[in-house]
T-cell receptor
Framework: KNEVEQSPQNLTAQEGEFITINCSYS?????LHWLQQHPGGGIVSLFM???GKKKHGRLIATINIQEKHSSLHITASHPRDSAVYIC???????????????FGKGTLLTVNP | DTGVSQDPRHKITKRGQNVTFRCDPI?????LYWYRQTLGQGPEFLTY????????KSRLLSDRFSAERPKGSFSTLEIQRTEQGDSAMYLC???????????????FGPGTRLTVL
């Protein structure tokens, strides 16, 4: 079973700061998901990436498959970015396609105005 | 299509009662997943369907839990004789998987929060 570790567990920032959240995993994978969850809310998929870097607005995700490590960056953070950020990796393959996910415990980000 | 939907969003029940949750996936998605998330933890896999076939169940899914996806579209998750330890957020996700296609992204519903008193 893949072990997924996230750091930090909690992060408080001032509006405008650059944020980095890290994720490491123990078993090689084909892709990694970054997800966002607002308090009491459902989960929104931010990125699925298998190599290099992806950018969406102020969010940037990078992955190093060899080092089994991924980072999520938020530039010019804003209070509305306050949420739990979760990384998840596929546990295995079914029919040649990845399926069930193993999740990290999440990083609670609070951005103060 | 507005994404994955779940009903109800919240359920409060007394210990020993049965509850049933429903998930409607994105319409063209052939895979449907159920996950459970307890407070302060990441979600954990419970079970998944490829079309109407339930292909895997986690050890977390005791005999009191049953899931169905009768026509390969919506799915239900039933918990019989609920216990306080069943209190959690139950999340549904769906994806479109091509056999041998490798990567497929999962899209999550808003979840059903169950509280067992």
């Amino acid at each position: 079973k893949n072990e997924v570790e996230q750091s930090p567990q909690n992060l408080t920032a001032q509006e405008g700061e650059f944020i980095t959240i890290n994720c490491s995993y123990s078993v090689g994978i084909s892709a990694l998901h970054w997800l966002q969850q607002h308090p009491g809310g459902g989960i929104v998929s931010l990125f699925m990436l298998s190599s290099g870097k992806k950018k969406h607005g102020r969010l940037i995700a990078t992955i190093n498959i060899q080092e089994k490590h991924s980072s999520l960056h938020i530039t010019a953070s804003h209070p509305r970015d306050s949420a739990v950020y979760i990384c998840a990796v596929p546990e295995g393959y079914s029919g040649g396609s990845n399926y069930k996910l193993t999740f990290g415990k999440g990083t609670l980000l609070t951005v103060n105005p | 299509d507005t994404g994955v939907s779940q009903d109800p969003r919240h359920k409060i029940t007394k210990r020993g009662q049965n509850v049933t949750f429903r998930c409607d996936p994105i319409s063209e998605h052939n895979r449907l997943y159920w996950y459970r998330q307890t407070l302060g933890q990441g979600p954990e896999f419970l079970t998944y369907f490829q079309n109407e076939a339930q292909l895997e169940k986690s050890r977390l899914l005791s005999d009191r839990f049953s899931a169905e996806r009768p026509k390969g579209s919506f799915s239900t998750l039933e918990i019989q004789r609920t216990e306080q330890g069943d209190s959690a957020m139950y999340l549904c996700a769906s994806s479109f998987a091509v056999i041998g296609g490798g990567l497929n992204e999962q899209f999550f519903g808003p979840g059903t929060r169950l509280t067992v008193l």
